[in-house]
């Protein structure tokens, strides 16, 4: 059985379909990562990129 590291609290996560939670080893973590997105706790490093902002065909 594949295991991973929950990415929130480090806790041992088996890695089965059964878990509807996976990276994370339940729901309340899941939801302290998105958090942390949605809050800009967490980044991707580098410059952001508009080159498609006023590319019409997008839209």
């Known amino acids: 059985m594949k295991t991973v590291n929950c990415p929130t609290c480090q806790t041992l996560v088996e890695w089965t379909e059964k878990n509807e939670s996976r990276p994370f080893c339940s729901e309340r973590c899941r939801l302290i990562d998105f ?25």
Request: without cysteine; glycine residues 12%.
């Open 35 to 59: 958090g942390e997105w949605a809050t800009e706790g967490h980044r991707i490093a580098g410059e952001p990129d508009y080159s498609d902002e006023f590319d019409e065909s997008l839209r």
